[in-house]
T-cell receptor, first 114, second 112 residues
Framework: AQSVTQLGSHVSVSEGALVLLRCNYSSSVPPYLFWYVQYPNQGLQLLLKYTSAATLVKGINGFEAEFKKSETSFHLTKPSAHMSDAAEYFC????????????FGSGTQLTVLP | DAGVIQSPRHEVTEMGQEVTLRCKPISGHNSLFWYRQTMMRGLELLIYFNNNVPIDDSGMPEDRFSAKMPNASFSTLKIQPSEPRDSAVYFCASSREHYEQYFGPGTRLTVT
C-alpha cells in the first residue's frame, strides 16, 4: 500500500521568491512519484514525474523535484515564483510494476503575493 | 492531439434523477480512471479500467454508482438515483505507459 503526505495545505510566497512544496511518501515497493498542478476550474496537469531514473527531475514551468529515498521525500521547488504559479499542487505515488493506480496527497494551495 | 474529453462540463439535476457522465480517453491509452473531487474528501479514485475491463471498483461509494467502458474510446459513469451528497467535480483520466495519467477538464455535478 502507498500513501502521500503533503505538509502544509496552504503556502504563500512573494513573487520572485523560492517555492518549496513538501511531499513525503510511503511505499512498500520502489515508487513512481508525480506532481500535478490544478488551476481553478480545470483538471489536473502533469508537472513532472520520477520513474526510477535520475533523482532530480525537471518539469514544466521551471519546476523541479528531487527524489530522496533516505528521507522518503519528493519535494517540489521553483527558484523564483511567478504570479501565474498560483494554483493547487498535488503529489501522487504509484507502486510501479504492474500497478496503475495513483494515490494522491491532499494538495497544497500556493498563493503568490505581489 | 486532443486531450481527454468529458461531457457535460456542468450538470445540475434534482435529487432522485439519473445522471450520466461521459468520457473519451486519449487515443491509444489503454487505462481509464474515474475520480471524484470534493472539498471535504479531496481527490478519490472511484474505478479504473484496463483494456476496457474494470480492474478495481473499490472506490465506488455505493450501488447507485455504476461505470461502463463499452470500447476503447468511450466510458460512462452513471448515478441512479442521484443525491445531494453526490455533488462534486468528477474527473476522467487516461494513461498508456509509465503511469502518468492525463486528466480531462471535469464535470461539475450539482444535485439539488
Amino acid at each position: 500500500a502507498q500513501s502521500v503526505t503533503q505538509l502544509g495545505s496552504h503556502v504563500s510566497v512573494s513573487e520572485g521568491a523560492l517555492v518549496l512544496l513538501r511531499c513525503n511518501y510511503s511505499s512498500s515497493v520502489p515508487p513512481y512519484l508525480f506532481w500535478y498542478v490544478q488551476y481553478p476550474n480545470q483538471g489536473l496537469q502533469l508537472l513532472l514525474k520520477y520513474t526510477s531514473a535520475a533523482t532530480l527531475v525537471k518539469g514544466i514551468n521551471g519546476f523541479e523535484a528531487e527524489f530522496k529515498k533516505s528521507e522518503t521525500s519528493f519535494h517540489l521547488t521553483k527558484p523564483s515564483a511567478h504570479m501565474s504559479d498560483a494554483a493547487e499542487y498535488f503529489c501522487a505515488v504509484s507502486a510501479g510494476g504492474s500497478a496503475r493506480q495513483l494515490t494522491f496527497g491532499s494538495g497544497t494551495q500556493l498563493t503568490v503575493l505581489p | 492531439d486532443a486531450g481527454v474529453i468529458q461531457s457535460p462540463r456542468h450538470e445540475v439535476t434534482e435529487m432522485g434523477q439519473e445522471v450520466t457522465l461521459r468520457c473519451k480517453p486519449i487515443s491509444g491509452h489503454n487505462s481509464l480512471f474515474w475520480y471524484r473531487q470534493t472539498m471535504m474528501r479531496g481527490l478519490e479514485l472511484l474505478i479504473y479500467f484496463n483494456n476496457n475491463v474494470p480492474i478495481d471498483d473499490s472506490g465506488m461509494p455505493e450501488d447507485r454508482f455504476s461505470a461502463k467502458m463499452p470500447n476503447a474510446s468511450f466510458s460512462t459513469l452513471k448515478i441512479q438515483p442521484s443525491e445531494p451528497r453526490d455533488s462534486a467535480v468528477y474527473f476522467c483520466a487516461s494513461s498508456r505507459e509509465h503511469y502518468e495519467q492525463y486528466f480531462g477538464p471535469g464535470t461539475r455535478l450539482t444535485v439539488t
